[in-house]
């Protein structure tokens, strides 16, 4: 059973751009921060960008000035905007619900998407 299902994913040119989307169940969304994570061919899951309940935001430096994650409570739904994508973007994207703990700490998320493939080519 999906609870988080990301979407928006495909194939775009450097310097394009994305719009992810992350939609879940009222009552897995509500009240809860949410994150996107990212895991390229190879690499470990890493952290991209967070968003409190209050739509306080964090983003990793390799995307700050890109990337925007923002979230809509009368869908149920978080996004994340990509800008000026790069070849190094390249991964499947994955959408998280933060339970407890640290943000980076991927145990702190107890819900996962199946995630969404991004791939830029240059």
């Known amino acids: 059973q999906e609870h988080l299902v990301e979407s928006g994913g495909g194939l775009v040119q450097a310097g394009g751009s994305l719009r992810l989307a992350c939609a879940a169940p009222?009552?897995?969304?509500?009240?809860?921060?949410m994150a996107w994570f990212r895991q390229a061919p190879g690499k470990e899951r890493e952290f991209v960008a967070w968003?409190?309940?209050?739509?306080?935001?964090s983003c990793e430096d390799f995307v700050k000035g890109r990337f925007t994650v923002s979230r809509d409570s009368t869908k149920n739904t978080m996004y994340l905007q990509m800008n000026n994508l790069k070849p190094e973007d390249t991964a499947v994207y994955y959408c998280a619900r933060h339970y407890r703990g640290g943000a980076y700490d991927l145990s702190s998320y107890d819900y996962w998407g199946q995630g969404t493939q991004v791939t830029v080519s240059s």
């Open positions: 968003i409190t309940l209050m739509s306080t935001t």
């Open positions: 009222e009552n897995i969304f509500k009240n809860y921060a």
